[in-house]
């Protein structure tokens, strides 16, 4: 059963860095697209960033140029570097495969403050 869970979210100022991770387990691990996703207070689900099994990346264009997604197969991990946060940004984060698994774990939440 395929098991996910993200943690390092915290509150920060505007113009902070945080790193997000996320523990996979239940599925091989290093085969598999992984992606970002995020969800604010009254809006739909997002997707953030996403890395392929080879390791090429894609961003949405919010986040291009301060975040970075990146794996460490080793560990079955894969990481959200997030700099230069705004407010904008303030959401409950989540991972999960690419395309999106049913199974979500429960988010890390990101508040940044103004």
């Known amino acids: 059963q395929v098991q996910l869970v993200e943690s390092g979210g915290d509150l920060v100022q505007a113009g902070g860095s945080l790193r997000l991770s996320c523990a996979a387990s239940g599925f091989i691990f290093d085969s598999k697209d992984m992606a970002w996703y995020r969800q604010a207070p009254g809006k739909q689900r997002e997707l953030v960033a996403r890395i392929s099994s080879g390791g090429s990346t894609n961003y949405a264009g919010s986040v291009k140029g301060r975040f970075t997604i990146s794996r460490d197969n080793a560990k079955n991990t894969v990481y959200l570097q997030m700099n230069r946060l705004k407010p904008e940004d303030t959401a409950v984060y989540y991972c999960?495969?690419?395309?999106?698994?049913?199974?979500w774990g429960q988010g890390t939440q990101v508040t940044v403050s103004s």
């Open positions: 999960n495969l690419w395309p999106a698994s049913d199974y």
